[in-house]
């Protein structure tokens, strides 16, 4: 029985800045405090949930956006780390492969499958991809530009394939994220239950894990060959 492959997501929405071009995170699977991910506009965190293997188990996400630097930095900046080193191995048998991902709706109406919203799948096999929401491939990433794995996993998302190549995103945004060990549970999702939604406080840059929604029914995008 083909498991759903979800994704992993998150999001930003209503960021009312532009990261400078100094501080645009560098994609090489490091993490240590800086290299960029210190203006983040938006942080979800998670804690080690005993029963998931600490390389599949989300710790934390960051979400940087760059606009007004070299037009080759700008977009989307997304840094996930794991309880321990992140791996896209195959724990258990079947279809899909371990994957992570992003899920987005971008518009912000509840619904993850319209054509505005975005899809991120990464497997060791594929690489990394983003879809908009009706399953249409817009970028076939490439490893050390748009994606690195190493002690963390950091994406880049250039603005040329946000909906209306806009930055920043819509306030309307929302999203959830999930990381797949393979074939069947367990797996991980940031936030458990719902998904993330920016609540902007007026002189802050960021948002914890606090705009969770009750809304745990569209969790699932069925992704398949």
């Known amino acids: 029985m083909k498991k759903t492959l979800l994704v992993l997501g998150l999001l930003v929405g209503s960021l ?3 990261s400078q071009a100094h501080a645009v995170p560098v994609i090489d699977g490091t993490f240590t405090g800086g290299e960029g991910w210190e203006s983040f506009a938006l942080l979800g965190t998670d804690i080690n949930e005993v029963l998931i293997p600490d390389a599949y188990d989300l ?3 960051r979400f940087v956006t760059e606009l007004g630097g070299a037009a080759s930095d700008d977009g989307l900046y997304i840094l996930i780390k ?11 048998p079947g279809f899909p492969p371990a994957s992570v991902g992003v899920q987005i709706d971008y518009n912000g109406n509840a619904n993850f499958a319209d054509a505005v919203d975005r899809l991120t799948v990464h497997t060791a096999a594929s690489g990394f991809d983003v879809f908009d929401g009706l399953g249409a491939l817009l970028l076939d990433g490439v490893l050390g530009t748009h994606y690195a794995v190493g002690g963390v996993i950091e994406y880049f998302i250039p603005i040329a394939f946000l909906p209306g190549g806009s930055i920043p995103l819509a306030a309307s945004v929302a999203a959830f994220a999930h990381y797949d060990n393979g074939g069947s549970p367990p797996d991980d999702d940031l936030p458990d239950q719902g998904f993330l939604t920016p609540v902007p406080e007026p002189g ?5 894990g606090s705009g969770l929604l009750g809304l745990a029914g569209i969790r699932r995008f069925r992704f398949g060959q």
């Open 204 to 208: 802050t840059l960021f948002l914890l």
């Open 82 to 92: 794991t309880h321990a080193a992140p791996s896209l191995v195959d724990l258990l």
């Open 59 to 61: 710790s934390e996400l």
């Open 16 to 18: 009312s800045f532009a």
